[in-house]
Structure formats: structure tokens, C-alpha cells
């Protein structure tokens, strides 16, 4: 049971160029997130999803696009990077609506240059 | 955003002592969790809270919620230094979803 994985773990990347961040949980859970974390800031919510098919913004979706065409599968992706979007993303899943917590991914820390 | 905070943002104990740090949020919840992180990794689920409980013990952490003063405290009983990590509280702002918003953390280091 692999949990949330998350590839790549590390990546620099361009200003400009685009790359797709992976996440994958083999639990079944039908809530998956993805979240930055910046030094001093905490962890701000990107994107999420209620199930397969189902997107919604969070508090900081702009520059990230996001899909959800299976329940296993939430990838994210930057269209055209940015300095600002230097950060650790983490993905995380969930079971149940708020009745349980996440399972968080151990992170992509994306630099871009 | 309805962003948890907590306080202090760092806390430096001897081992054996107690650990307290404390949350705020803005508006109403159905429930309120606390997560771990260490240094460079994800975060570790570590005991949810309910809006109609006011206390929740999970082994050497005690949590306790006040909704009337929108505030959490969780309490790590006889620290180790293995203890030391980052502390988050999350809130999913009364919304029933799991659209967690997660406060800004407090740094624990527990020396030996």
C-alpha cells in the first residue's frame, strides 16, 4: 500500500515552460488536493477534487490546471512557469467528507529559474 | 481566506517538559484538525476535533476546542526530541467539505 506518491521530487525548471506535477493514491479516496507551502506562509490549497471528474479552485489557482479523470489520478499542471511558483507542492487525499484526515504525499520541491 | 493561525510560531522546551501551541480561525467549522510535519517531508495526520467536542486526548497529545472563542490548543504531554517538527492546524470553515485551510504553523524543537 503505496499510500500518495508523487513524482517528481525534485525539478527546475525555466520561466516559461510548462511541466505537469504527478500524484497518485492507490486508497480509494475520493477527495484529492493539491497544496504550495512557502516559507512563512503555511500551506495554501491550489486545487481540489470531490471525485473523478470534478474540479474546483482554491485560494491560489491562478497559473495551475488541474484534472481528475480517475480516482487514483490528480495531476497538476504549471502552463507557464513562474519565478513566484518556486515552492513545495503536496498532494493530498482523503477518504471521507471532512470525517477523516489526509494523507499527504511527501512532496515536489519545483525551483524556477 | 479563513486561515487558521497559530501561536507561538516557534517553541523551544527540554525534553520531558510540556508542549502547548494554540489556534485561531475566523468563522465557523464542523471540525478541526492537527497535522505534523517534520523537516522536508509531508505532513502526518495527527487527531481531528469535532465542533460539538470540546476535548480530544490521542496518547501524549490532548487537544481542545472552544468554538465561542474560534481557538484549539494542542497539548504534547512529556516532550521527547523526536517530538520536534512543525505543528499545522487545518479548519474547513463550517463549509462540510473537505476544503481544509491550514494556519501558518508553530516550529517546536524539543532539546535533548
Known amino acids: 500500500n503505496a499510500g500518495v506518491t508523487q513524482t517528481p521530487k525534485f525539478q527546475v525548471l525555466k520561466t516559461g515552460q510548462s511541466m505537469t506535477l504527478q500524484c497518485a493514491q492507490d486508497?480509494?479516496?475520493?477527495?484529492m488536493s493539491w497544496y504550495r507551502q512557502d516559507p512563512g506562509m503555511g500551506l495554501r490549497l491550489i486545487h481540489y477534487?470531490?471525485?473523478?471528474?470534478?474540479?474546483d479552485q482554491g485560494e491560489v489557482p491562478n497559473g495551475y490546471n488541474v484534472s481528475r479523470s480517475t480516482t487514483e489520478d490528480f495531476p497538476l499542471r504549471l502552463l507557464s512557469a513562474a519565478p513566484s511558483q518556486t515552492s513545495v507542492y503536496f498532494c493530498?487525499?482523503?477518504?471521507?467528507?471532512?470525517?477523516?484526515?489526509?494523507?499527504f504525499g511527501s512532496g515536489t520541491r519545483l525551483t524556477v529559474v | 481566506s479563513q486561515q487558521g493561525e497559530e501561536d507561538p510560531q516557534a517553541l523551544s522546551i527540554q525534553e520531558g517538559e510540556n508542549a502547548t501551541m494554540n489556534c485561531s480561525y475566523k468563522?465557523?467549522?464542523?471540525?478541526l484538525q492537527w497535522y505534523r510535519q517534520n523537516s522536508g517531508r509531508g505532513l502526518v495526520h495527527l487527531i481531528l476535533i469535532r465542533s460539538n467536542e470540546r476535548e480530544k486526548h490521542s496518547g501524549r497529545l490532548r487537544v481542545t476546542l472552544d468554538t465561542s472563542k474560534k481557538s484549539s490548543s494542542l497539548l504534547i504531554t512529556a516532550s521527547r526530541a523526536a517530538d520536534t517538527a512543525s505543528y499545522f492546524c487545518a479548519t474547513d470553515g463550517g463549509s462540510g467539505t473537505y476544503k481544509y485551510i491550514f494556519g501558518t504553523g508553530t516550529r517546536l524543537k524539543v532539546l535533548a
Open positions: 493530498a487525499s482523503s477518504y471521507g467528507q471532512g470525517a477523516v484526515g489526509y494523507t
Open positions: 468563522t465557523s467549522i464542523n471540525n
Open positions: 486508497m480509494n479516496h475520493e477527495y
Open positions: 477534487s470531490v471525485g473523478a471528474g470534478i474540479t
